[in-house]
């Protein structure tokens, strides 16, 4: 019983351990899936947190790119829009207050339209200028608040006064109930006759004199028929005679009542025409027809609505100060009574540099016209050749510079040759040369000329040089009837001629006295102002003085053929006895004239400021960067230089100075075996005197090695050049006054040999003491022994030649300084001496072997 109780105890205990095992696995097995559940929660918990953060992330950059490309577009849109905006309404008329201030209109541009406000919201409106159309555009009608629309009216005056020429644009204000106070910043305005203020009982005069302002417009501009009204608008703006007028009309809903029907009708004539006379109405509080060219502006509170912007929001622009106003308006008033301002220099030239061709003339803007646009100058066929007046201080200099820089941006230096004299005291045309501040010069300048009031025989020289051309293009021409052109000028590709100007400034001082010189003068610019045009050769004359210009009167065949005229301020005798535009035009302007001053053929310019050495330098900087390669740079010739003695190559002879003539070149004496063949230096200017014996010694050193030289000094003012002369020649032998004596009795018997040189300082010192010294001068050149001497006059000349009754066979060259012309007379060809007036730095030379008549020379300087 016991065992089998034991064994059932054995079996249920088995079945309770089993049962046991099994819970406990089964627990074990749960638990595990417990912690697998919680691991899966975990994980998606966590997955879940990771995606909420990333679709936020996303969220955030999707905004950021959105906005990023809103901010981009917009910003895009508002420069493109302000940058349009700007282009409408440049300076002064778009310009915010804080940064504004008055600006020139573009050239060729008419102000139209003009800020108010800006457009739209954030960020736009802070650069978005909202624009309404004004001047040849349309009236403006305001409604809203009167003292913010007074404050808007009051800046549209001021841009558009702005950002016009002075006197372009006239204000007339009606304001019946403040009578002007609310726009008395402008009164400054009619000191120079710009504002007027129309009291109450003015209205009705006022609308009548607009309108028949209105009609005599119409009857100067409707020559012909215009298909629209923008033709009629463009047609008058071209050629409108008055300034635009601009009428304020101030008024509220008891002005509007009390308008009667006559200046309703008025005001809506003037409303449907007025546009195209360029009058204008900025009407607040008074009823305004219907019209395409009114423009309605609806002002609430600090924000404006208009069919301009349409449906952006206007915020407006706060008005600018009182003060602000008057002071703009002064200065405007200052100007337009100092007379108009120069035009820019810069506007005369092209874009692009050398463009044109001169074949058939020489066309340039010397300036521009009232309308603003350029005015351009003709030389050609017709007219061929200018004459220029204008009294001291008028601008002729100016002017001159205003052409040559319109001239020389559009003709290459293949096209235009340019040749510059100023006879007055002054170096007007030397900036066109190269200088030691500036290197560079005008490509298309040969020749300036300076300084030469007191060197005619230079504007001779001119004159002489421009005939040969014209004598050298005539036979060209006409070798071209019988050749092509190609064969015949193969030295110019272009095909024809550079044409060529030549400025004469103060022409008068070489047409002056009764001389051979103003004789020969006068018969070459008749001969080049008849024949020139038709070989491409243009003259400019120019003076200031009326005596000047009388000058050429009593030339009827001279001054036919200066048809173009320019006249400046008060000029006289340049145009018609009949044509009075001269007296009546103000500063920089000038009147231009291409039919010898008739009055129907003037045109007005205004003159830019063409003096200015920064806006010339940058012209000409330009134009010597593109000069061709190669080219020479212009001689200038200036009359208070000394020119420098240099040691000239391959010259056959004794150099004693300069030419004055349009090539520098040395004059030379060549001292051949032949009798006469010795030199008198003749005068008491011991430096000049000194610099040609000095001059003439070294230029015989270097063309002959074995030539011999002897130097005598007899004048101790004379013994420190004679010393520096003695040491410049080899070999040379020195002599003084007691020494002077053996050299010429050694020099008499000597026989003939190579060249000897003898160079003698103040022979007449001796005073008789030599004389041997008339039988050297006598026999020695035929020996090839020659005398280079100075003597201090043409009587102690004749002492060392024999006294009186002697012959100056032996003198066959001299050089004359301070010797009149009728002292000159027993050494001249010429009866009674040559027409000769000592000047400094000048000597007359004379060799009767070359010359017909003596020349002008300068004595170099000649250095250590």
Known sequence: MASGRQGIVAGVR????????????????????????????????????????????????????????????????????????????????????????????????????????????????????????????????????????????AGLLLRVLGSTRPGEVRLTVYDPEQLGGSLAGFAPLGNADLLTFVGPGGLTGMLDDLVEQIRRINESVLAGEYASLAELTAATAARRPEPWRLVVLLGDAATAADLTTAQQAQLDRIVRTGVACGVHVLARGLPMEAHPTVEHVAVHGSTAACGTTGDLPVRLDPPPAADRIAAACRELAELLLAGPPPAQFADLAPEKLWTECSATGLAAPL??????????????????????????????????????????????????????????????????????????????????????????????????????????????????????????????????????????????????????????????????????????????????????????????????????????????????????????????????????????????????????????????????????????????????????????????????????????????????????????????????????????GRSLATMDDDARFSVVCLDDDASVSAGLLHAALPGARWYDADTAGELLAELTDAPAGPPHYVIGYAWDAAAGRLPALREVLARGPERHIHVLGWWRGVSRLRDDLGGVGARFDAIGAWVALDVHGNELSPLSPQPGGPAWYPRPHRALFFDRAVHRAPEVIIPYEVGS
């Open 367 to 696: 300036g521009d016209g009232p309308d603003g646009e350029l005015v351009e100058v003709l030389l050609g066929d017709d007219p061929p050749h200018a004459l220029i007046g204008g009294p001291s201080g008028s601008g002729k200099t100016n002017l001159v510079y205003a052409w040559l820089g319109s001239l020389t941006a559009r003709y290459s230096p293949d096209e235009l040759a340019l040749y510059l004299l100023d006879f007055k005291e002054g170096v007007s045309f030397a900036r066109f040369a190269p200088g030691r501040r500036d290197p560079s010069w005008l490509p298309q300048v040969r020749l300036v000329g300076v300084n030469v009031n007191g060197d005619r025989e230079f504007g001779l020289a001119l004159l002489r040089h421009l005939g040969e051309e014209l004598r050298r293009r005539a036979h060209a021409a006409k070798r071209h009837e019988a050749t092509k052109l190609a064969e015949l000028r193969s030295e110019d590709p272009s095909g024809h001629w550079p044409r060529i100007v030549a400025v004469i400034d103060e022409f008068q001082v070489l047409l002056a006295g009764r001389d051979a010189m103003a004789t020969e003068a006068v018969g070459l610019l008749e001969d080049l102002a008849r024949r020139g045009r038709s070989q491409g050769i243009h003259l400019v004359l120019a003076s200031q003085d009326v005596s000047g210009i009388e000058a050429l009167w009593g030339r009827s065949a001279l001054v036919a053929q200066f048809t173009l005229r320019i006249a400046l301020p008060k000029a006289r005798r340049i145009l018609a006895d009949t044509n009075l535009a001269a007296d009546v035009i103000p500063r920089f302007h000038a009147v231009v004239n291409a039919d010898s001053g008739v009055p129907d053929a003037n045109r007005i310019v205004r003159l830019p400021d063409a003096s200015d050495r920064g806006a010339w330098r940058a012209l000409q900087e330009k134009l010597w960067h593109a000069r061709p390669e190669g080219l020479e740079p212009p001689r200038l010739f200036d009359g208070d230089a000394i020119p420098p003695y240099s040691c000239p190559a391959d010259v056959d002879g004794a150099v004693l100075g300069e030419t004055i003539d349009v090539q520098p070149r040395p004059a030379v004496l060549r001292l051949p075996r032949a009798p006469g063949r010795n030199l008198a230096v003749l005068g008491t200017r011991v430096e000049e005197a000194c610099a040609v014996l000095g001059a003439a």
């Open 14 to 153: 088995r079945d309770l351990a089993a049962a046991r095992g099994l819970a406990r696995a089964s627990l074990a097995a749960a638990e595990v899936a417990r912690d697998e559940a919680h691991y899966e929660r975990d994980e998606a918990h966590a997955q879940h947190s990771e995606r909420l953060a990333a679709l936020a992330a996303a969220r955030a950059a999707a905004r950021r790119e959105i906005r990023e490309h809103f901010e981009l577009t917009a910003g895009t849109i508002a420069e493109d829009l302000a940058a349009v905006a700007a282009s409408c309404a440049p300076g002064a008329a778009g310009a915010s207050w804080r940064t504004w201030r008055p600006t020139e209109p573009e050239r060729g541009r008419r102000p139209g339209l003009f800020r108010i406000g800006t457009l739209g919201q954030e960020p736009m409106a802070a650069t978005i200028p909202a624009l309404v159309p004004l001047l040849d555009l349309a009236h403006l009608s305001f409604t809203g608040n009167p003292s913010t629309v007074d404050g808007v009216i």
